[in-house]
């Protein structure tokens, strides 16, 4: 079982973050799927600089 551990913040901040979430979700659970969403943004974000920085990106748009 992983520890728990208690992370100071706001009131509004908390309020914000259970707007995030949905039934039955824990704030562990909101956190998570909030910082796997924003990894993968900023992976496929790197991805497409890296693309087009070697000029093989191409947009759908081109195709």
Do not use: C, W
């Not at 551990?5 to 909101?30: A, H």
């Not at 998570?32 to 497409?48: G, N």
């Amino acid at each position: 079982m992983a520890h728990t551990t208690t992370i100071p913040t706001t009131k509004v901040v908390r309020d914000r973050l259970k707007g995030y979430g949905q039934k039955g979700e824990t704030y562990t659970d909101i956190l998570t799927r909030l910082m796997d969403s924003v990894d993968k943004d900023e992976f496929m974000d790197r991805m497409y600089r890296r693309l087009e920085e070697k000029n093989q990106f191409v947009s759908l748009d081109e195709i």
